[in-house]
């Protein structure tokens, strides 16, 4: 939310329609404000005319570390759904995670408020992440269910919509490891495809780690709505040292891995 009308935030997120390694990239402001009906609705970013002052390095990669982006590269092309069977299975699947005990009535119900969605049909902040966007707070919820239900305590006081979070760490994320470049032009994104190389659950992983630093954040800053940007930043931030970190061969050795037993 920004602090004129307490209105949502979201990552940007390039056009996927746009070749991939073109000159179109997002400026060093890593979120955009507006209403939160915006929020996953096929946002995109301001694209500025290329110079010879802008242009940025890129790494060369391994031919399996080319082979394992090309695959991240071709979920991140896959747009949500909801007439194809697989992805109104993962939707259900994110139900069942998260209510167990509970059965949803329908793809489109008011029950989906429950669990963060904007709406009662999710599918529509889905427009802007893609199905990745599904896979990630599937795998999240499957693997890290704790963070599915307000609990006890602080976390029932400064809560936020889980869903919407999630889908916004997958647009940080993609922004983060500049996944849409042919290679990767920052070394936070070349550390990562070593990552990647080593396991194909790589991003999946470096989702859930991130959420849960998410949340860490938002709960020590006590935050409201209103500091959901300072915190995407804050989690950014953090994450972005962590994997510049000497020595770290593995997501597992990140300092904020740990914080997925917590």
Known sequence: ?????????????????????????ST?????????????????????????????????????????????????????????????????????????????????????????????????DFRGGGFISLENLLFFAKNFPDLLQKQEGD???????????????????????????VKPRTLVGATFLKFLAESESAFDLLYCITFKLMDHQWLSMRASYMDFNAVMKSTRLQLEQELLLEDITRLEQLPSYGLLSQ
Not at 3 to 25: K, M, P, Y
């Open 28 to 124: 060093s402001a890593e979120v955009v404000a507006g209403s939160a009906a915006w929020l996953g609705r096929g946002l995109s970013c301001v694209c500025a005319q290329s110079s010879e002052s802008d242009a940025r390095p890129s790494f060369d990669l391994t031919p399996g570390q080319e082979e394992c982006l090309q695959r991240l590269q071709s979920r991140l092309d896959v747009s949500y759904d909801c007439s194809i069977p697989e992805h109104q299975e993962a939707l259900r699947a994110l139900w069942n995670a998260a209510f167990p005990e509970e059965e949803l009535r329908g793809l489109i119900s008011e029950q989906w408020k429950d669990m963060g969605w904007q709406g009662k049909d999710p599918s529509t």
């Open 155 to 181: 976390r029932s006081v400064w809560e936020y919509p889980f869903a919407v979070a999630g889908v916004n760490i997958t647009f940080m994320l993609i922004q983060m490891l500049d996944l849409e470049a």
């Open 1 to 25: 939310m920004d602090d004129r009308e307490g209105s949502f935030v979201a990552v940007r997120r390039i056009s996927q329609g746009l070749e991939r390694g073109n000159t179109c990239h």
